[in-house]
């Protein structure tokens, strides 16, 4: 129990925290309230099976661990599901820019060039928000968090 709250004294942690919470409680929330744009609409022009499930869950997922994030509550715990959530966004949407084409089902949009250079242009949101939840699974929540509070009083 006591690995769930382990965590540095780091108080600049809570930068990449606000960064990482904040944008997912946000886009989790649009998919609830723009499902066409950002929830099970979009899943479904993606390829994304089970669209109407897939995006409200990823959906409550982001808000709810958005939440834990910003709280420092159970960080490590609460980062798990945005990195499957950015590596499958990654998977779904990105690598399809890369290659060209669509496959396995996923389907390529309109863009005005494709290949390594628009890819990177299109994941630079992805790319952070997932490095950024990696940086807080490594590191915990840091001093403003609940669980360095849960930590110090456990030891």
């Known amino acids: 129990m006591k690995q769930l709250f382990q965590t540095d004294e780091s108080k600049s942690t809570i930068l990449i925290r606000f960064l990482v919470g904040v944008v997912f409680f946000s886009e989790g929330i649009q998919k609830f309230l723009y499902p066409e744009l950002r929830g099970p609409g979009r899943f479904e022009s993606i390829g994304i099976p089970f669209p109407e499930f897939s995006g409200y869950m990823v959906g409550g997922l982001e808000v ?42 996923f389907s390529l949009r309109e863009l005005e060039y494709y290949g390594f250079l628009s890819m990177m242009h299109e994941s630079r949101n992805d790319l952070a928000m997932l490095i950024g939840s990696i940086f807080l699974w490594i590191k915990g929540g840091g001093y403003w968090s609940i669980d360095l509070r849960l930590q110090q009083h456990c030891n």
């Open 64 to 105: 709810l661990c958005g939440l834990l994030v910003l709280a420092g509550f159970l960080t490590r715990f609460a980062v798990i599901p945005l990195i499957v959530i950015m590596l499958t966004a990654l998977f779904t949407t990105k690598l399809p820019i890369l290659l060209g084409t669509g496959f396995w089902g």
